[in-house]
């Protein structure tokens, strides 16, 4: 690590104030990517924003037709959260799924989904279910913030604060880990909201992207066999050493079609 | 806690004693060191697969606070030093000439081979100090072209690493009688040919790497301690070959090591720059790898590319093999490195299958990669590989069942012992037996209706088996020492090294059971050069067989002398002394001694006989293994393989072993279950994978696979105990490395089983899914 200063601050508005004051200030949420960068000597900021002692910044509250998600709430609890297990049980397997019991006991919602990694879990479910970005400045709507690899519709010290997911008919998620990290090597959501089908893919591309023609040939027939090989071309997806963009592209439909099967229970 | 004596030290399921420390923290590893004054080593590493060095700048980092010192290769040509030489037992090209060894320096000088080769040492108050420095030191590369693949290296016009070396060869090698092959593949049925790779890949323990050198000025004398599994012979090499010190001045020690699998064998260049660095400075200088650091210099094992060829009848009888093998070195001879490839991997040839005709043929070729050593196995693995997969693949081939083609060419027990066509000297065993007591417990009786409960969940599922035969190897000698303390404990130094395998336990069991004495007074050290006078440290599965007999040699002869001295006391002669457990008595009386009065005795002239020196009980005896031992055994095992994603799921695991005797189950089945999680990784998803141009693309655990607990299927392990060896004193067969020459072609076969209806008869290792997948979708298109 390159050395760096530490900030406390304790409410939202500090925040800013903190960070303002930074020369070149980031935002230290569960640190489960953010540490391991610092400790490659990958980033130097001048000080650290924690998150960590911020006033209602964590804990997840159900609605009747949304379940809202503090920022810091960790992975564990989002697993473990008899509300999400009954209304929405795919984004409970999904956080229950996330690396091991000390990422999913220290990595938070808003830290991943901020990060934006190509092969994390939670875009999936953030784009898949169609939820609300909530920020210390505006509320963002899931397809409008992912914006690339590792990039989002966050502004420069913009804070997320809050995710809600609206609670969706049937939803199913079905991850293919990458062998060497558990990670998303390819991860399908979908999600049926009435008429309207939602398909998420992560892990597959350089960032979570909808499948319009899935999505179309689900809201026909909500059944597995509605999902065709070929639906999503191979030309734009990754391609290294653990899978070929052919293998992806194969994998979107496998695991789409599981995710449905998923879903219809 | 009751006090616990060994019966007989054999055969009892003893915990292991070393697992309270290392579980709870108070394990004692080379980065829980710290010495007075002590300074950080880091090495700057080569990002460069083939390059000359210009020119190398380090002023700015020597002007950074902190920071004591930086050497390169300019200061080892200043210093002469030697090189870091190999051991290769095998060291003639077949015809005659000498094996190719070019100059292992422990630092690049003027050229680099391999990506992660040192560049320079840099030595601070701090590891940031070191990291900053490295940041600032200035290195001119000229690229030169590279080639990372053995197939490509030994090519024409391919890129020249050493000057002097055509091709890139290092060596060739022939075993076996080429004569007898050729006739026995004239003669037969069918010869079956069978292209097979076996994947590079990396030991990973735990523990990486790391080392902490201090000097002594006064006297002139160093103290190494060293994650290493090898302290005597290495000792040897980095004081009297490279530093050229003398080794009576490097007192070399390893405290507890955390994992080695061969990859913590061999002599590594950072040990050495710490000791340059030590004696500069005249301060501790200790070195830790990293993880990536790991990936890109601890040593690479298997790597190997084979032509294998299997002549057999129409009836399935076997008549001649030949197997012609590709295996790389990497950038530089590695400790023993040329070895595996050629003299390691031919001689278990043939498995314990009856030939008319061997033929085992070998290249071993530099490229610009880390060097290669010995990986768990060296070339065992590579042969039963070979063996297993080659059945197989004829069977599928054929239409022949593969349990019965290695039931019909079994070597039976009447015609052992025997000498094989490759030279081993297999004494003892029943191949036929073990094989069907793996069959048996694997219930294949029950296979179809598995096989059809997975086929409701739309998986195939396959079985397959594995027959194979190794031997032991490593040093032959080895030396055991106790010593009565006046404490009441009892000193048992043996020159193995564990590196976690428990020789804490079994050894202090083995000494408790011969002497009688309770087993938590035995103080056991190893890997330490003042603790013995010779060791062989860890390798060839050699631990128990040349360890444990020494451990038992000298008890027998503790025992003798404790006879003498209770002969002296009932004044009778020694031999009418008998002993058991514990107790030294003349039969017919009530004349009896515990071994602890006798201990206690031996320091008092008056209680000794004439021909006896106070401390004569305090023994030191070194064994030697005549002919290496010959473990076998079969292992089977099912898999379960999704045909949409490729995905393999091994779903259950059965092994039956001939280790000879067994003196510890638990620990055996821990050596056992081990292998096989080695071999699963390497079987499904473990690959060191250079680029072309000679860049490591698995540099971190982030790109390379390594198998986690829930990877690994319910194992019933079982032994083979009627056939032990007399071929050392406890009748063992070693049990270190079987687990990973069975698993991958146990593994590989049942997945080409399970994948038989589309046509699928190989895959090269690892199986991964897209390679499984991509396998099914060519038969397939193939039709």
Known sequence: MYDFGIKNPTSVDDVKTALGESDDGQFLAGGQTLIPVLKQRLAMPSDLISLARVDGLSGISAGGDSISVKAMTCHAEVAANADIKSAIPALAKLAGGIGDPHVRNRGTIGGSVANNDPAADYPAAVLGLGATVVTSEREIEADNFFTGMFDTALNEGELITEISFPIPEAAGYIKFPNPATRYALVAVMVAKFGNTVRVAVTGAGPCVFRVAEMEQALTASFSPDSIKDGMVPADDLNNDIHASREYRAHLIGVLARRAVAEANG | MATYVARNGIGENQRRVEDFRFLTGHGHYIDDMKLENQAYGMVLRSPEAHADIKSIDATEALALDGVLLVVTGEDWKAAGYGTIPTKSGVRKFKDGSDLKEPPHHAIAIDRVRYVGQPVALVVAESLDACRDAMELIEVDYESLPAVSHQSEAIKDGAPQIWDDIPNNICLDFELGDEDAQKKAFEDADHVITLELINNRVTATPIEPRGALADYDAESGKFTLWNASQNIHANRDTIADTVLKIGKENLHHIAPDVGGGFGGKNGVYPEPILILHAAREIKRPVKWVNDRSESFLSDTHGRDQVSTVQLALDNDGTFRGLRTETVGNLGAFCGTVGPFTPTGGSSRTQGGPFRFDGIYYTAIAPFTNTCPLDPYRGAGRPEGSYQMDRIIDYAAAKLGMDPIELRRKNLIPPSDLPMKSPMGLDIDCGNFPEVFEKTIEISDRAGFEKRKEASEAKGLKRGFGVCMYLECTGGGPKEEAKVTFRDDGKVELSVGTASTGMGHETVFAQLLSGHLGIAMEDVVFRQSDTDA????????????????????????????????????????????????????????????????????????????????????????????????????????????????????????????????????????????????????????????????????????????????????????????????????????????????????????????????????????????????????????????
């Open chain 2, 532 to 783: 013995t006078d010779i060791g062989g440290g860890h390798g060839g599965s050699r631990g128990l067989e040349v360890g444990g007999s020494a451990v038992t040699q000298t008890s027998r002869q503790i025992i003798e002398v404790g006879k003498k001295i209770a002969a002296h006391r009932f004044d009778v002669d020694a031999g009418e002394i008998e002993f058991e457990e514990g107790r030294f008595h003349v039969p017919g009386t009530n004349h009896t001694m515990t071994i602890r009065d006798a201990i206690d005795s031996q320091n008092d002239p008056d209680s000794l006989p004439d021909d006896l020196e106070p401390g004569c009980m305090n023994i030191s005896s070194v064994f030697e293994r005549g002919i290496i031992s010959i473990p076998n055994g079969g292992h089977a095992c099912e898999v379960e393989v999704d045909p949409e994603t490729g995905t393999v799921k091994v779903d259950g695991y059965w092994v039956v072993d001939d280790f000879g005797t067994i003196v510890n189950k638990m620990l055996a089945d821990g050596q056992v279950m081990g292998g096989i999680a080695q071999g699963l990784g390497q079987a499904l998803m473990e690959n060191i994978h250079y680029d072309e141009s000679g860049q490591l693309v698995t540099g971190s655990l982030m790109d390379y696979a390594l198998p986690r607990a829930d990877d690994m299927p319910r194992m019933v392990i079982d032994y083979y105990e009627d056939a032990p060896t007399e071929k050392n004193l406890l009748g063992v067969k070693g049990a270190g490395e079987a687990g990973c020459v069975g698993a991958p072609p146990a593994i590989v076969n049942a997945v080409c089983d399970a994948l038989k209806e589309y046509g699928v008869h190989h895959i090269d290792m690892p199986l991964t899914p897209e390679k499984v997948w991509q396998a099914i979708r060519d038969a397939k298109a193939a039709g």
